[in-house]
């Protein structure tokens, strides 16, 4: 399985971005879809979490919940975050990963990363 994250970039707090996780070779075999975000400094923590499968059960950290919404298109195989009311404080390397595991907002069950995307928020 492959993955390729974009859509990052430079962007001022309330603003708005959309990133993407484009898949390839096998991501049916995989459960889940999954966002993590690493900012200098700290540990890569948990965004935002999809299934994969026909009921796209959806996980999300809480401090984007309400601002940040996962979505799918299987016939696309995309998986997108949109992000908005963004702040300073989410401003990180954001990485897409597929997991076989259920255990969506864990790091270690996650299987294939992306190469990551840079989101930066102005104040």
Do not use: H
């Not at 499968?53 to 309400?66: E, I, L, N």
């Not at 919404?69 to 963004?86: C, E, G, P, W």
């Amino acid at each position: 399985v492959q993955l390729q994250a974009s859509g990052g970039g430079l962007v001022q707090a309330g603003g708005s971005l959309r990133l993407s996780c484009t898949a390839s070779g096998g991501i049916f075999t995989m459960y889940a879809m999954g966002w993590f975000r690493q900012a200098p400094g700290k540990e890569r923590e948990f965004v935002a979490s999809i299934t994969w499968r026909s009921d796209s059960t959806t996980s999300y950290a809480d401090s984007v919940k309400g601002r940040f919404t996962i979505s799918r298109d299987n016939a696309k195989n995309v998986v997108y975050l949109q992000m908005n009311s963004l702040k300073p404080e989410d401003t990180a390397l954001y990485y897409c990963a597929a997991a076989r595991s259920k255990l969506t907002r864990y790091e270690w069950a996650y299987d294939y990363w992306g190469q990551g995307t840079q989101v930066t928020v102005s104040s």
